[in-house]
T-cell receptor, first 111, second 114 residues
């Protein structure tokens, strides 16, 4: 069935290093992908999105890469800061009623 | 984000009681959603609404009722709460159903059913 999963459930990085969070998806019909950040006690917060007709999209310190050939999505965070510590979710959207979230990966930044 | 607010933030109720979780958004977004978040299951869609007076079931609708008489409000009611409904509930909204319309979430309601 449809699924969105993450390769690494936890990730620890040194402050200042770059972080890479990976995500695999199985629905080749998905055409829109989103990354969310969730801090403790808060709702998921939109970070960046990408459409299926793109391979790469950059935001402020974040880059999302999409490889449709292998159904893989990644989020890169440059110069990781302590404030980046959170759980990160990838999500795929095929229609307004079909937003499938991955299980999440926890990013821990070591000062 | 002050655009979408949920109340209460915390709620403890007993099995069998009816409880309503409130959601209010100030963006005039057409689409609104209710998710529950549980360890091991991630975020699962309960109900969604494309506009006022239009609602539809999501992945896990059993035991829940929604209504949407006004665009800005989307309350979720547990008609007879069960322990399995102990969870964190998130309301979300988006302006559109297609590209470039990510969900914007509230800060959640932590519900405990005893």
């Amino acid at each position: 069935g449809e699924s969105v999963g993450l390769h690494l459930p936890t990730l620890s990085v040194q402050e200042g290093d770059n972080s890479i969070i990976n995500c695999a998806y199985s629905n080749s019909a998905s055409d829109y992908f989103i990354w969310y950040k969730q801090e403790s006690g808060k709702g998921p917060q939109f970070i960046i999105d990408i459409r299926s007709n793109m391979d790469k999209r950059q935001g402020q310190r974040v880059t999302v890469l999409l490889n449709k050939t292998v159904k893989h999505l990644s989020l890169q965070i440059a110069a990781t800061q302590p404030g980046d510590s959170a759980v990160y979710f990838c999500a795929e959207k095929t229609s307004y009623d079909k937003v499938i979230f991955g299980p999440g990966t926890s990013l821990s930044v070591i000062p | 984000d002050a655009g979408i607010t949920q109340s209460p933030r915390y709620k403890i109720t007993e099995t069998g009681r009816q409880v309503t979780l409130m959601c209010h958004q100030t963006w005039s977004h057409s689409y609104m959603f209710w998710y529950r978040q549980d360890l091991g299951h991630g975020l699962r869609l309960i109900y969604y609404s494309a506009a006022a007076d239009i609602t539809d079931k999501g992945e896990v609708p059993d035991g829940y009722v929604v209504s949407r008489s006004k665009t800005e409000n989307f309350p979720l009611t547990l008609e007879s709460a069960t322990r399995s409904q102990t969870s964190v509930y998130f309301c979300a909204s988006s302006w559109g159903s297609t590209y470039n319309s990510p969900l914007h979430f509230g800060n959640g309601t932590r519900l405990t059913v005893t």
